[in-house]
Protein backbone atom coordinates (compact mmCIF):
# COMPACT_ATOMS: atom_id res chain seq x y z
CA UNK A 1 0.00 0.00 0.00
CA UNK A 2 1.23 3.55 -1.18
CA UNK A 3 -0.19 6.58 0.01
CA UNK A 4 1.09 9.89 -1.56
CA UNK A 5 0.75 13.54 -1.20
CA UNK A 6 2.01 16.97 -2.75
CA UNK A 7 1.61 20.49 -2.52
CA UNK A 8 2.94 22.93 -5.18
CA UNK A 9 3.96 26.77 -4.62
CA UNK A 10 5.16 29.29 -7.32
CA UNK A 11 7.81 31.54 -5.29
CA UNK A 12 9.67 34.69 -6.65
CA UNK A 13 12.66 34.42 -8.70
CA UNK A 14 11.31 32.04 -10.71
CA UNK A 15 11.23 29.49 -8.88
CA UNK A 16 8.75 26.48 -8.14
CA UNK A 17 8.61 24.39 -5.26
CA UNK A 18 6.94 21.22 -4.44
CA UNK A 19 6.28 19.48 -0.85
CA UNK A 20 5.52 15.43 -1.18
CA UNK A 21 4.48 13.28 1.92
CA UNK A 22 4.70 9.36 1.31
CA UNK A 23 4.74 6.26 3.52
CA UNK A 24 5.03 2.57 2.52
CA UNK A 25 3.54 -0.28 3.88
CA UNK A 26 4.77 -3.70 2.56
CA UNK A 27 4.31 -7.36 3.03
CA UNK A 28 6.87 -9.52 1.81
CA UNK A 29 6.90 -13.04 0.83
CA UNK A 30 10.27 -12.94 0.50
CA UNK A 31 13.03 -10.22 1.35
CA UNK A 32 16.77 -10.99 -0.67
CA UNK A 33 18.76 -8.77 1.59
CA UNK A 34 18.00 -11.00 5.05
CA UNK A 35 18.88 -14.33 3.17
CA UNK A 36 21.63 -16.03 4.92
CA UNK A 37 21.99 -13.03 7.41
CA UNK A 38 22.80 -13.43 10.82
CA UNK A 39 19.80 -11.47 13.64
CA UNK A 40 21.22 -12.92 16.39
CA UNK A 41 22.52 -11.08 19.06
CA UNK A 42 25.34 -11.97 21.35
CA UNK A 43 24.62 -10.12 24.79
CA UNK A 44 26.46 -8.81 27.09
CA UNK A 45 29.16 -11.86 27.55
CA UNK A 46 30.37 -13.16 24.31
CA UNK A 47 32.97 -15.35 25.74
CA UNK A 48 29.69 -17.50 27.36
CA UNK A 49 28.23 -20.52 25.54
CA UNK A 50 26.37 -18.79 22.48
CA UNK A 51 23.20 -19.34 21.12
CA UNK A 52 22.93 -20.78 17.97
CA UNK A 53 22.85 -18.46 15.13
CA UNK A 54 19.57 -17.54 13.46
CA UNK A 55 20.06 -17.58 9.89
CA UNK A 56 17.20 -15.62 8.17
CA UNK A 57 15.57 -16.05 4.85
CA UNK A 58 12.04 -15.02 6.42
CA UNK A 59 8.78 -15.36 5.22
CA UNK A 60 6.16 -12.58 5.13
CA UNK A 61 7.73 -10.49 7.20
CA UNK A 62 6.65 -6.67 7.24
CA UNK A 63 8.55 -3.90 5.72
CA UNK A 64 7.80 -0.13 6.26
CA UNK A 65 9.19 3.17 4.43
CA UNK A 66 7.66 6.92 5.36
CA UNK A 67 9.12 10.54 4.27
CA UNK A 68 9.08 13.76 3.04
CA UNK A 69 11.09 15.11 -0.18
CA UNK A 70 11.06 18.95 -0.68
CA UNK A 71 11.98 20.13 -4.41
CA UNK A 72 12.34 23.54 -4.83
CA UNK A 73 13.77 24.82 -8.88
CA UNK A 74 14.42 27.91 -11.02
CA UNK A 75 13.11 27.41 -14.86
CA UNK A 76 15.05 26.37 -17.87
CA UNK A 77 15.36 29.42 -19.96
CA UNK A 78 17.15 31.60 -17.10
CA UNK A 79 20.70 32.49 -17.64
CA UNK A 80 21.21 30.37 -13.96
CA UNK A 81 19.00 27.39 -13.50
CA UNK A 82 19.01 24.24 -10.84
CA UNK A 83 17.35 22.52 -8.48
CA UNK A 84 17.45 21.69 -4.67
CA UNK A 85 16.09 18.66 -3.70
CA UNK A 86 16.12 17.39 0.03
CA UNK A 87 14.38 14.21 1.43
CA UNK A 88 14.04 12.56 4.78
CA UNK A 89 13.29 8.85 5.01
CA UNK A 90 13.13 6.56 7.09
CA UNK A 91 12.87 2.59 5.82
CA UNK A 92 12.81 -0.70 7.84
CA UNK A 93 11.85 -4.16 7.94
CA UNK A 94 10.12 -5.84 11.02
CA UNK A 95 10.91 -10.00 11.39
CA UNK A 96 8.83 -11.87 14.38
CA UNK A 97 11.73 -12.82 16.94
CA UNK A 98 14.10 -10.37 16.09
CA UNK A 99 11.91 -6.83 15.87
CA UNK A 100 11.97 -3.83 13.96
CA UNK A 101 15.41 -2.49 12.60
CA UNK A 102 16.70 -0.10 9.67
CA UNK A 103 16.81 -1.20 5.74
CA UNK A 104 20.01 -2.19 4.77
CA UNK A 105 20.28 0.78 2.27
CA UNK A 106 18.12 3.01 4.85
CA UNK A 107 19.29 6.81 4.33
CA UNK A 108 17.68 9.14 6.56
CA UNK A 109 19.03 12.04 5.17
CA UNK A 110 20.11 13.22 1.31
CA UNK A 111 20.23 16.51 -0.38
CA UNK A 112 21.36 17.31 -3.47
CA UNK A 113 22.04 21.28 -4.92
CA UNK A 114 22.79 21.61 -8.84
CA UNK A 115 23.26 24.89 -10.40
CA UNK A 116 24.21 26.03 -14.21
CA UNK A 117 25.25 29.53 -15.32
CA UNK A 118 25.19 30.27 -18.87
CA UNK A 119 28.26 32.96 -18.58
CA UNK A 120 28.34 34.22 -21.82
CA UNK A 121 29.88 33.58 -25.70
CA UNK A 122 28.25 30.20 -24.95
CA UNK A 123 30.45 29.07 -22.31
CA UNK A 124 28.17 27.22 -19.39
CA UNK A 125 29.44 26.40 -15.84
CA UNK A 126 27.79 24.23 -13.83
CA UNK A 127 28.70 22.41 -9.91
CA UNK A 128 26.77 19.51 -8.05
CA UNK A 129 26.67 19.07 -5.03
CA UNK A 130 25.51 16.00 -3.05
CA UNK A 131 25.33 14.91 0.72
CA UNK A 132 23.91 11.66 2.69
CA UNK A 133 23.87 10.36 6.08
CA UNK A 134 25.38 6.91 6.37
CA UNK A 135 23.54 3.85 6.04
CA UNK A 136 23.06 1.17 8.69
CA UNK A 137 25.26 -1.69 9.61
CA UNK A 138 25.34 -4.14 12.43
CA UNK A 139 28.40 -3.81 14.85
CA UNK A 140 30.22 -7.51 14.85
CA UNK A 141 33.64 -7.57 17.29
CA UNK A 142 36.14 -10.24 17.82
CA UNK A 143 36.67 -11.19 21.42
CA UNK A 144 39.49 -12.46 22.96
CA UNK A 145 38.19 -14.87 26.07
CA UNK A 146 40.59 -17.47 28.07
CA UNK A 147 43.61 -19.62 26.48
CA UNK A 148 43.17 -17.22 23.25
CA UNK A 149 40.05 -18.33 22.45
CA UNK A 150 38.10 -16.19 19.92
CA UNK A 151 34.33 -15.33 20.51
CA UNK A 152 32.02 -13.10 18.20
CA UNK A 153 29.78 -9.97 19.72
CA UNK A 154 27.35 -8.84 17.79
CA UNK A 155 24.89 -6.27 18.17
CA UNK A 156 21.51 -5.60 17.14
CA UNK A 157 20.85 -5.80 13.62
CA UNK A 158 21.72 -2.64 11.88
CA UNK A 159 21.75 -0.72 14.75
CA UNK A 160 24.52 1.57 13.89
CA UNK A 161 25.62 3.51 10.85
CA UNK A 162 28.33 4.38 8.51
CA UNK A 163 30.02 8.11 8.60
CA UNK A 164 27.84 10.90 6.53
CA UNK A 165 29.19 10.98 3.06
CA UNK A 166 29.32 14.23 0.80
CA UNK A 167 30.73 15.36 -2.86
CA UNK A 168 31.12 17.72 -5.13
CA UNK A 169 30.80 17.59 -9.52
CA UNK A 170 31.80 20.25 -11.41
CA UNK A 171 31.31 21.13 -15.21
CA UNK A 172 32.75 23.38 -18.16
CA UNK A 173 31.09 23.23 -21.71
CA UNK A 174 31.62 25.54 -23.96
CA UNK A 175 29.24 25.49 -27.64
CA UNK A 176 29.84 25.86 -31.16
CA UNK A 177 26.78 26.92 -32.73
CA UNK A 178 26.73 26.20 -36.65
CA UNK A 179 24.08 27.57 -39.36
CA UNK A 180 22.07 23.79 -38.32
CA UNK A 181 23.93 21.78 -36.04
CA UNK A 182 26.03 22.57 -32.81
CA UNK A 183 29.01 20.72 -30.90
CA UNK A 184 29.78 20.79 -27.17
CA UNK A 185 32.87 20.62 -25.85
CA UNK A 186 32.86 19.48 -22.03
CA UNK A 187 34.88 18.86 -19.11
CA UNK A 188 33.10 16.77 -16.11
CA UNK A 189 34.69 15.88 -12.48
CA UNK A 190 32.96 13.48 -10.02
CA UNK A 191 33.94 14.19 -7.07
CA UNK A 192 36.22 17.21 -7.64
CA UNK A 193 36.73 17.60 -3.31
CA UNK A 194 38.09 13.67 -3.86
CA UNK A 195 36.22 12.40 -0.95
CA UNK A 196 36.38 9.15 -0.07
CA UNK A 197 33.35 7.44 1.05
CA UNK A 198 32.97 4.73 3.58
CA UNK A 199 31.51 1.37 2.84
CA UNK A 200 32.29 -1.06 5.36
CA UNK A 201 33.26 -0.61 9.00
CA UNK A 202 35.65 -3.49 9.97
CA UNK A 203 36.57 -4.89 13.57
CA UNK A 204 40.61 -4.74 14.31
CA UNK A 205 41.07 -7.07 16.87
CA UNK A 206 44.82 -6.26 17.22
CA UNK A 207 43.72 -2.48 18.48
CA UNK A 208 40.05 -3.73 19.83
CA UNK A 209 38.57 -1.02 17.45
CA UNK A 210 36.20 -0.48 14.40
CA UNK A 211 38.43 0.86 11.09
CA UNK A 212 36.87 2.31 8.16
CA UNK A 213 36.89 0.70 4.70
CA UNK A 214 36.71 3.59 2.41
CA UNK A 215 36.18 3.71 -1.54
CA UNK A 216 37.65 7.08 -3.93
CA UNK A 217 36.05 7.03 -6.61
CA UNK A 218 37.08 10.03 -8.75
CA UNK A 219 35.98 10.32 -12.54
CA UNK A 220 37.32 13.00 -15.36
CA UNK A 221 35.48 12.99 -18.06
CA UNK A 222 36.56 15.26 -21.16
CA UNK A 223 34.29 15.23 -24.67
CA UNK A 224 32.77 16.29 -27.67
CA UNK A 225 28.95 15.66 -28.36
CA UNK A 226 27.16 17.15 -31.50
CA UNK A 227 23.55 17.54 -32.54
CA UNK A 228 21.88 18.44 -35.93
Same mark, same amino acid.
Given at each position: ??????????????????????????????????????????????????????????? %???? !??????? =??? @?????? &? $???????????????????????????????????????????????????????????????????????????? %???? !??????? =??? @?????? &? $???????????????????????????????????????????????????
Amino acid at each position: LQYQASVEATLPGDLQATLTGFTHDNSYALDFSLIGQDLSVTGANPCAEPPPPELYAPL %HLRG !RARGAEL =LVR @RRLGQS &V $FGWLSYAMSQSDRTVAGVGTFPFDFDQTHVLNLVLSWEVGRNWTLGAVFHYNTGRPYTPVREIVCVDFITATSRDP %HNSA !RLPDYWR =LDF @RIQKRE &V $FESWYLDFYIDFFNAAFQWETVNMRWNTDEQRFEAETFPLFLPIIGVRGQF
